[in-house]
């Protein structure tokens, strides 16, 4: 569950802020590009260790 809030975070809280809440409108190509840059970050916190 941690996992999905720290992705949330890492991704539409982000957008929020940067929206200022919706109220400045973000262009497609920067809310992609902070979703993936999110995603990414996620991925590297959770995903498992490679074998030895």
Not at 46 to 52: E, F, N, R, V
């Amino acid at each position: 569950m941690w996992a999905a809030h720290r992705l949330n975070t890492l991704t539409m809280n982000d957008v929020l802020i940067r929206s200022h809440y919706g109220a400045v409108p973000l262009p497609d190509a920067q809310i992609e590009e902070i979703v993936t840059d999110g995603v990414r970050a996620s991925l590297r916190l959770y995903s498992p260790a490679p074998a030895p």
